[in-house]
Each structure stands twice: as structure tokens, then as C-alpha cells.
């Protein structure tokens, strides 16, 4: 038996990680199987990726993939900062981090908007399905105004959409799926995992436990029956050239990606421009007054520096710096200082 390896001649196995205790038909454990196929179709080197999470549901599911890569999980809602340490140590590092949306919306959303603002380089993996699944499901602050899970209440409260603050704020990348679009939500994954800067993945994952019943506007049936799609999806890698790439019938238009990589994109629903703002955040507000989830390539504005390019840091990662260097002599200490002191 033949195996198939990657551009780098590795097998997918590499990349796959423990068995999931999730529940089982758990959104979440599709948006898994996305992430090992992406990293290992993009041709990334495991070893060469860190993983990041907080804590949730979501953020148990480093365990079940990328097994040979780094991985921190860290406390409730700090992983924003966590990961701004270690991307400025390590910056040849390919970031990779879960979170859930009582993680990033509620306890973490300041952690969360200064990530964004600073543009660090990561992937924000969004696994988003309205309420706390290791708590008993109470709702999340994302919980459609509305909607109502199998137990309790109606939600009554208007919830916060992380894609538009992301916006807002100037994310250079920001895209919203299904776990149950696996098509689209690859090509946005292995998209996000080429682009350079701060790439926001939200995807919209159904907690089979607490919030799957037909009253809920996240369940899978609602989901599958009120998405509108602003796009169909191609990825081309940097290694496949466009012209073998069979083109769908109708317009589209294409994004080079900062590693020299393509996502196609052909209009199937609306003329969405991905490069403005106003309009991707007219979408989305669309979309909440229609009770619909809009998914797709959001907005995307590859202009913009990192967080590494802003702060002038050197190509070599901090972490491989020598002591000589990384730590000033005598007499550059005493001019450093005298200029704080307003005397140089």
C-alpha cells in the first residue's frame, strides 16, 4: 500500500493528533479534521507550528491534532497574550490558536481586541456554538437574540459578533464558516494559514449536547438552512500553478496570499468586495436582521504591517538571539539611559 505524502514528504498521520473526548457529532471535532488536512495540504512542518488554546470545549482540541507541534493551553481567556509572548520569541513559528466564544467574547474579548489591533501573526480558530458546553449550556454572550437551546429561557440579550468587531478594528482577515461546509471552510483554513498577519477564522460549530434542537439559530439544521454563502472557494498553493486550476462558470476574482499562494474566489450570492469594510460589515448586519449567518471571506487587507514588522524586530527569532547581543554593554546601557533621562 502506497502512502501519499505532501509537498514536504510527510504523511497525513504527522499531523494528526490524540483521540477526541468530545461529544461525539461535536462540530468541533470537524473543525479538527480541517485543521490536520490544511496544515498538512499547505505543506507545514509540525514541528515548526504552535498550537494555542484557553479553556473550553474548544480549547481541549489541540490535543486531537497537529500531535508533534508545540502547544500551550493556557488560563481562562489570556491565550491572546500569551500568544503575543511567544510569536515575538519565535516569530518563524506558524501560530495556530482554538478558542471558544465564551472564551474570546467574555472573559478574554480585551485580550482578544488587542490582538487584533496589534496585527500578530496567527490563526484565530473561532470554534463558535452559543453557549458553554463544559458549564451545562448556559448561553454565551455570542447567543443569537432569539434563539433558545434545549433547556431554559429564550435568549434575550443582543449578543456581541466577534467578525464585526474584528472589522472594526482593522483585521486584516476575517472569514466566518460552518463545521458542516467542510469545502469552504478548508479553503478558508488553509487561506488563513498563508496569510500574514492576524487571520480570524469564526466558524459556527453546533453543541450536539445543549443547543442541535430546532429552535436554536445554531443548530445544524438552522445553520444548513440559513447560510448565505458570499462565495464559492478554490485555494490554489504556490506550488500548483493557476493554469491547471478548473475555473467554475461565472465571475470571480483572485487574492495572492503573502506566501505566494491564491484563493479563488467566484461570486454565487452577492457581489461581495472582500477589500471594504463598510461592506462586509453591511453583510453582516444583514444577515442579523434576516436571523441568517453569512459565512465566507469577509474582509481582507494584506497592507498592513505585523505586529513583528511594527516593532523593527530582527529576522532571526528573539528566542535564537545570542546573550552579546541581546543584552547591552555597560556603555550603551549608560546612553540608553541618559536619554530616558532627557540628558543625551
Same mark, same amino acid.
Given at each position: ?27 468541533? &471535532? ?66 495556530? =490558536?482554538?478558542?471558544? &466564544? ?12 488587542? =490582538? ?44 456581541? &459578533? ?40 469564526? @466558524? ?20 444548513? &438552512? ?20 478548473? @475555473? ?38 444583514? =444577515? ?25 524586530? @530582527? ?30
Amino acid at each position: 500500500m502506497t502512502i501519499k505524502l505532501n509537498v514536504i514528504d510527510l504523511p497525513k498521520e504527522d499531523y494528526a493528533g490524540g483521540k477526541s473526548t468530545l461529544c461525539p457529532g461535536c462540530g468541533h &471535532d470537524q473543525i479538527s479534521s480541517v485543521i490536520i488536512n490544511s496544515a498538512w495540504e499547505n505543506g507545514l512542518q509540525p514541528e515548526k507550528i504552535a498550537k494555542m488554546s484557553g479553556i473550553g470545549c474548544s480549547s481541549k482540541t489541540p490535543a486531537y491534532f497537529l500531535g508533534k507541534s508545540h502547544g500551550f493551553n493556557t488560563v481562562h481567556g489570556r491565550m491572546p497574550s500569551v500568544t503575543t509572548g511567544a510569536a515575538m520569541g519565535n516569530r518563524d513559528l506558524t501560530f495556530i =490558536a482554538v478558542s471558544g &466564544d465564551g472564551d474570546s467574547a467574555s472573559i478574554g474579548i480585551g485580550q482578544f481586541i488587542h =490582538a487584533v489591533r496589534r496585527n500578530l501573526d496567527m490563526v484565530y480558530v473561532l470554534e463558535n456554538n452559543g453557549v458553554y458546553g463544559l458549564t451545562k449550556g448556559q448561553y454565551s454572550a455570542t447567543a443569537v437574540k432569539g434563539s433558545k437551546k434545549k433547556k431554559g429561557a429564550i435568549n434575550q440579550h443582543q449578543p456581541i &459578533d466577534l467578525c464585526k468587531l474584528a472589522v472594526n478594528l482593522g483585521c486584516t482577515f476575517v472569514a466566518r464558516s460552518f463545521s458542516g461546509s467542510k469545502k469552504q471552510l478548508t479553503a478558508l483554513m488553509k487561506a488563513a494559514m498563508s496569510h500574514k498577519g492576524f487571520a480570524l477564522v469564526d @466558524v459556527i460549530s453546533p453543541c450536539v449536547t445543549f443547543n442541535n434542537n430546532d429552535e436554536s439559530l445554531r443548530s445544524y439544521t438552522y445553520v444548513k &438552512d440559513n447560510d448565505v454563502e458570499l462565495h464559492a472557494y478554490d485555494y490554489i498553493p504556490t506550488y500548483s500553478p493557476i493554469e491547471g486550476v478548473e @475555473v467554475p462558470e461565472g465571475e470571480f476574482h483572485d487574492i495572492t496570499l503573502f506566501d505566494g499562494s491564491t484563493l479563488r474566489l467566484e461570486t454565487i450570492g452577492s457581489d461581495h468586495d472582500p477589500t471594504d469594510a463598510v461592506a462586509a460589515l453591511g453583510a453582516l448586519h444583514k =444577515a442579523e436582521l434576516e436571523n441568517k449567518h453569512v459565512t465566507g471571506l469577509l474582509y481582507f487587507d494584506p497592507t498592513k504591517a505585523t505586529a513583528a514588522e511594527d516593532q523593527c524586530l @530582527v529576522e532571526t527569532p528573539l528566542s535564537e538571539v545570542d546573550d552579546e547581543v541581546m543584552r547591552p554593554n555597560s556603555a550603551s546601557l549608560d546612553t540608553l539611559n541618559a536619554r530616558f533621562r532627557g540628558k543625551a
